[in-house]
Structure formats: C-alpha cells, structure tokens
C-alpha cells in the first residue's frame, strides 16, 4: 500500500474565525496547516517551511496584497506552489490578470464558503 506526502497549506488570513474554519477542514481532509495573519508572518513561515499550496487574502493586514503577490511569485519561495487568492467583490477585476498564470487562481471571499476554498485547494494541489 502506497502512502501520500501530507500537504501542506500555508492560509493568510487575519480573520480568525474563518481562518479556524477554513483550517479546520483542510486538516479533516489530510492537510497540514499553518494559519498566519499577516504578509510579514507569512514571508517568515514561507523562509522556514515548504507548503504545498498558499491560500492568500488579498486584503490581508500587513501589506499591499498585489504588491505582495508579485513578490511570492517572482521571487524562489512559491515557484513551485500553486496560489489561491482569495479577493473582495471590487479587486476582482484587478486581479483577474494574474489568474491561469503562474498557477494563480482565485475565488471571490464574499461568494465562497470555507468548504468551497478548502475543496479548490484541494484540487489546486492534486493539478
């Protein structure tokens, strides 16, 4: 029998209810999960840990969300790991250029439950 690496997701989000959700289940469906609330303790998770796949609010406390975007994806650190960007109804337009690039997705935060993130990430890491 053949036994699977467990993955790791990485979710910024300063909201702590639905990050304890959306954490939750990742964790039901076999994921490790480290829960950050800011850009700065996600860059310092991201120098000590590999992760499998980033969950990131946009509009997360502690920086400029398309600032920060450009730095995880041009820089070594997510390379390899494919991004969900989780956004606000208004910076849908905005970010729609980075989707299907650099294995950039996103999801509007509003119209999405912790379920419906939790099962596209699952499927941005089995991609």
């Given at each position: 029998?053949?036994?699977?690496?467990?993955?790791?997701?990485l979710?910024?989000?300063?909201?702590?209810?639905?990050?304890?959700?959306?954490?939750?289940?990742?964790?039901?469906?076999?994921?490790?999960?480290?829960?950050?609330?800011?850009?700065?303790?996600?860059?310092?998770?991201?120098?000590?840990?590999?992760?499998d796949?980033?969950?990131?609010?946009?509009?997360?406390?502690?920086?400029?969300?398309?600032?920060?975007?450009?730095?995880?994806?041009?820089?070594?650190?997510?390379k390899?790991?494919?991004?969900?960007?989780?956004?606000?109804?208004?910076?849908?337009?905005?970010?729609?250029?980075?989707?299907?690039?650099?294995?950039?997705?996103?999801?509007?935060?509003?119209?999405?439950?912790?379920?419906?993130?939790?099962?596209?990430?699952?499927?941005?890491?089995?991609?």
């Amino acid at each position: 029998m053949e036994e699977t690496a467990i993955k790791h997701a990485l979710i910024i989000e300063d909201d702590g209810f639905f990050s304890e959700l959306l954490g939750r289940r990742l964790a039901e469906m076999g994921f490790r999960v480290t829960v950050v609330p800011s850009v700065g303790d996600a860059k310092k998770a991201l120098q000590s840990e590999t992760v499998d796949v980033v969950c990131f609010d946009m509009v997360v406390s502690g920086g400029d969300g398309l600032k920060t975007l450009s730095e995880f994806k041009t820089g070594t650190v997510l390379k390899n790991a494919p991004l969900l960007l989780l956004v606000d109804k208004e910076l849908e337009r905005r970010v729609s250029e980075w989707v299907g690039a650099d294995a950039v997705e996103y999801l509007v935060k509003q119209e999405s439950s912790p379920e419906d993130i939790a099962l596209k990430i699952e499927s941005l890491v089995r991609a």
